[in-house]
């Protein structure tokens, strides 16, 4: 793709108002990534076009107008910065772009787009305001957006449902929350193929989230090795450290501790090669405590292996 359009038209409009490359990136990026974009090497993000657009004075709809680049991009590169900071719980920047992109006639004007910024607010207002009722009720609205009943479930509206399940559950609607998990299923049946195959581990690691607090143990973790099986299958390793600890929680739980072992070790090595310290470390610390369970366990049952062996004798 031929960036140089967009860069050249931003250098031009920097010279016409009279900043310099240090002044346009003030409050946006680097100097030297407004030199590379200026050139033609990059493509700014959607959150940089639309603070560039604003220093230079001109709509940010204008670089699509003279740009060789369709506003499609511009929306999937919204939507790529909005997923990657989801999967990294990255709440405030979040927010960030959502309040930019609300201002953006691309994504008020079309209900496919707001939906979106929706989900994605929806799911700010669960995580940080922990305003459940709220949350729930901007995720429904914009769900309720593209929703037909009448026809399969879109992948996005398959991930916004997933999040209000996350919030039934969060709230001990058990019951609901596998409900609205339960539609989704459907919804994947009905596909004929995933895009995003990270759908479905999202759904069944959900899942086994609800059976565990349920006790029910074993289907918690027969849907545990089900997305694990999925992640191999269709070679992604999205949720793969999750589904490992949530296995070994599940045994944890029952007791099974020498079970449990292999799959916390299994989770804080995939935690570390993420580069996700804080939950390499935590599980790290779980595994030392179900060390410490086991050998303890272990000295209550010496002496009465010891007695009854005397009794042999």
Known sequence: MDYSVIGKKIKELRRDVGLTQGGLAEGVCTQALISRIEKGDIYPSATALYQISKKLGVDVNYFFEIGTTPRLDYIKEVERQLRKLRIKLFYEEILEIVKVEEKNPLFINDNYNRQLLLWHRGIYVNEVNKDSERAFAILKKALMLTYDKKKV??????????????????????????????????????????????????????????????????????????????????????????????????????????????????????????????????????????????????KKSTPHKEKCRQQVL
């Open 153 to 298: 479930m879109s992948e996005r509206e398959m991930s916004i449902s997933i999040s209000m399940g996350i919030i039934e559950f969060s709230r001990n609607n058990y019951d609901k929350a596998l409900e609205i998990y339960e539609g989704v299923r459907k919804g994947i049946y009905l596909t004929s193929q995933l895009s995003d195959k990270a759908i479905k581990t999202r759904l069944l690691y959900n899942i086994a989230r609800v059976f565990t607090r349920m006790g029910r143990y074993e289907e918690s973790t027969e849907h545990c090795q089900e997305a694990i099986r999925w992640i191999i299958e269709e070679e992604h390793l999205y949720g793969f450290a999750q589904l490992n600890y949530h296995i070994g929680y599940n045994h944890e739980l029952q007791e099974r501790y020498q079970e449990a072992l292999p799959y916390l070790e299994k989770a804080a090595m995939l935690f570390e090669l993420q580069y996700n310290q804080k939950l390499a470390s935590f599980i790290t610390s779980k595994k030392g405590e179900l060390i410490l369970k086991i050998e303890k366990n272990l």
